[in-house]
């Protein structure tokens, strides 16, 4: 492997000078870096975001809760503004809504006591929380942090994020860099290898994209963003012959790229900052490989995100990526005076919960009949609520895990628009299609 070139400081911190946590941190970011090929770290100037409470992912480079603990007492804290992605009290569970979730665990409030072995896991939790406010950390809870965070990064600050479907986010929609190495080391240290997003030369388009249907709804660009994953996979794609897309199709986008594939980074000419032609976007070079996804590809792509033999729906699942506050309005407006037949699941931010409940768009949901959760989402909680074998989504991250997260349970997953799974929740019959 590589030797990685330190600066000063750098140096101090692995040989424990500036204490422990910072040790063990640097020892780690060393290795990643190496594993990564990376000759450097980069001093990060944007944002963090990890999955707390872990410290690291490796037993090895582990950080105990007494150290974090003396770090935070000592007056430690991140060096960068640090967001937390999804909740992971007892099995990812919601932090808001948690008593309708209808999951035998999780609405027996005994579950939360401290005897219980998952309440002290909870109990282990909230202490761990206590800890990271004390250094610094905005406790978002949601994979969509760049929605509540009100402080998105700048155009070329170097950050370190954890999400898929918020990294292109942050590559592509923002200008800022990142990798998906959100860590505790990361944010802590406010360092990261300096390797892939972080270098101007791999942020060039290499795959031009075209498409011979407009791209334009929510669905569409959710089925392109899956398709332009599956043909990409890592590339970097210029994407031409869309509509520009709103903030709530950027999402689906990216979401739907990082899960058909594993794209970072991409190029909007005329929609995204930092190519304003194709000519820019390929920085002067011609495009390595050219495809097309238009009606067949997108329709093919459809098909194979709804998968089912029957009709009947058991319950839908609404809010991946996690709801804006636009969203939750628009949905509240779809849902007023209606009358959901199945479980309707609507999924957000918590900073957003409180929002919804501000505006009353909670009281509308309840009154529909839907639940309104926060922090988490379907594919992390460890299971669907019993006699669920059906399950309606608008999203094709979320077709694409649920099945892959409970792989015995064999569901059928209906996928289409919005309005379709509305549809779904208010009659129990799926009548959606590809149109
Ligand atoms: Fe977020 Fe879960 Fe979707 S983490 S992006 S709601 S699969």
Redesign the pocket.
């Known amino acids: 492997m590589k030797d990685i070139r330190l600066r000063d400081d750098e140096k101090r911190m692995l040989q424990g000078e500036d204490g422990i946590v910072a040790q063990k941190s640097m020892e780690w970011l060393v290795e990643m870096a190496q594993i990564a090929g990376a000759e450097e770290l980069v001093n990060l100037d944007g944002t963090g975001d990890f999955h707390s409470p872990w410290t690291t992912m490796t037993v090895h480079h582990e950080i105990t809760f007494d150290e974090l603990k003396a770090l935070a007492d000592a007056g430690g804290h991140f060096k960068i503004p640090t967001f937390a992605n ?1 909740s992971p009290f007892l099995e990812e569970s919601p932090i808001h809504g948690w008593e309708h979730c209808n999951m035998c665990a999780k609405v027996d409030p005994a579950c939360r006591r401290h005897d219980d072995p998952d309440a002290h896991r909870d109990f282990m939790h909230d202490e761990w929380y206590e800890v990271y406010r004390k250094l610094g950390m905005l406790q978002s809870h949601s ?1 969509a942090n760049y929605l509540v965070s009100t402080y998105p990064p700048t155009l070329g600050q170097h950050c370190s994020w954890n999400e898929s ?1 918020a990294v292109p986010y942050c590559n592509a929609v923002l200008g800022a860099r990142t990798n998906i190495d959100g860590s505790f080391a990361t944010c802590y240290l406010g360092k990261a290898p300096y390797y892939d997003m972080h270098v101007t030369e791999n942020r060039r388009a290499t795959v031009l994209v075209k498409s011979d249907r407009l791209i334009q709804s929510n669905i569409e660009w959710d089925v392109l963003g899956f398709a332009i994953g599956e043909e990409c996979g890592l590339a970097v794609p210029c994407i031409t012959g869309t509509a520009k897309p709103n903030t709530t199709q950027f999402c689906k986008l990216n ?1 739907g790229m990082n899960t058909g594939g594993a794209v970072r980074m991409y190029h909007i000419p005329g929609s995204t900052p930092e190519a304003r032609t194709v000519e820019e976007a390929f920085a002067g070079l011609a495009p390595k490989r050219t495809v097309v996804i238009g009606e067949s590809e997108l329709r093919a792509t459809y098909e194979k995100l709804n998968y089912h033999k029957g009709n009947q729906v058991d319950m839908v699942y609404l ?4 709801l804006s506050a636009v969203d939750m309005m628009l949905l509240a407006r779809k849902l007023e005076g209606k009358k959901v037949k199945v479980p309707l699941w609507i ?1 957000t931010a918590p900073w957003l919960y409180s929002v919804a409940r501000d505006q009353g768009y909670l009281e509308i949901y309840e009154k529909a009949g839907a639940h309104l959760f926060d922090g988490t ?1 379907m ?2 909680m460890g299971g669907v609520p019993e006699g669920v074998h059906s399950i309606a989504v608008d ?1 094709a ?2 077709s694409y ?1 649920i099945s892959g997260c409970y792989p015995d349970e064999q569901f059928d997953v209906f996928y289409g628009t919005q309005d379709d799974c509305i549809d779904a929740a208010i009659t129990g019959q799926w009548r959606g299609e590809w149109r």
């Open positions: 999804k994979c479907s979401a809010g991946c990526p996690h999924m989402c594919s992390a999203s991250k979320q895990y």
